[in-house]
């Protein structure tokens, strides 16, 4: 985002690095990946000091799933032992194991942020024992392997620079976004732009909710999410996570 837009930046950031702290807090061993260059996360499951409980159905040279607790949830293991998914009792959102990637904005900060993992959003929350159930199979064979675009890429669709991108009826629904319009009696590294940008003022479209309310855009928002309407631009209309 060009120009006086210090809210974003860090707005961004704090999603990612959440959701990366949330799969890093199942994390307790680091181990180097030569040949990505990167650091590669592997889930030990011993947050508890147990090593976790296989299920009756694993079987050595397969994949195989065990629970862990604190907090409850179960993980799935390659043949390799290698996790391949995280997946938290009562969480919509799911950690998948995938190709590495490292996400950055240049034009606010030198860090990076290096990661193999990549949330995704389930159709149904996560229960013990789901894995056998047809809704997860068919979701993770869906999923699983694949480089579509998840949370943290929805997320970098809107910082600094960011490429517009279009749908089939012409919305632009990513791109570089303002947090909202110059705040005429703000100051620079204070209320400098006005709060209340929601993702259908982004997208200058009316948009229906489920309880027959309708967000109408206001046109001074156009292209401005300030931090609630970030979260339920990536989250919501992006991931499909219910909007009220």
């Not at 799969?23 to 508890?48: N, W």
């Not at 190709?99 to 993992?117: H, Y």
């Not at 110059?182 to 200058?204: H, I, K, P, V, W």
Request: glycine share 12%; aromatic share 10%.
């Amino acid at each position: 985002m060009a120009g006086k837009k210090k809210t974003r930046p860090f707005v961004t950031g704090l999603v990612v690095l959440g959701l990366v702290g949330t799969s890093g807090f199942l994390t307790l061993e680091l181990r180097k990946q030569d040949d990505q260059g990167v650091t590669e996360v592997r889930d030990i499951g011993v947050l508890d000091g147990a090593g976790g409980k296989a299920e009756p159905s694993a079987t050595k040279g397969a994949e195989r799933w065990t629970r862990h607790e604190n907090p409850a949830r179960s993980v799935l293991r390659g043949a390799d032992g290698r996790v391949e998914a995280v997946l938290t009792d009562g969480a919509r959102t799911a950690k998948l194991t995938g190709p590495a990637r490292t996400f950055a904005e240049p034009a606010s900060t030198a860090s990076k942020v290096s990661t193999t993992d990549w949330v995704r959003l389930m159709p149904e929350p996560w229960v013990k024992g789901a894995e056998k159930q047809k809704w997860f199979k068919e979701w993770y064979a869906e999923f699983a392997g694949s480089t579509e675009d998840d949370l943290f890429a929805f997320a970098y669709q809107y910082v600094a620079g960011a490429r517009q991108q279009k749908d089939e009826q012409g919305v632009a629904f990513a791109g570089d976004a303002n947090f909202g319009p110059l705040n005429t009696s703000g100051a620079e590294g204070g209320d400098l732009r006005l709060e209340q940008s929601d993702f259908y003022d982004y997208l200058g479209i009316p948009y229906p909710f489920r309880n027959g309310s309708v967000g109408k855009p206001d046109a001074l928002r156009a292209r401005s999410l300030d931090c609630s309407g970030y979260m339920r631009m990536v989250l919501g209309y992006r991931a499909r996570y219910p909007l009220r």
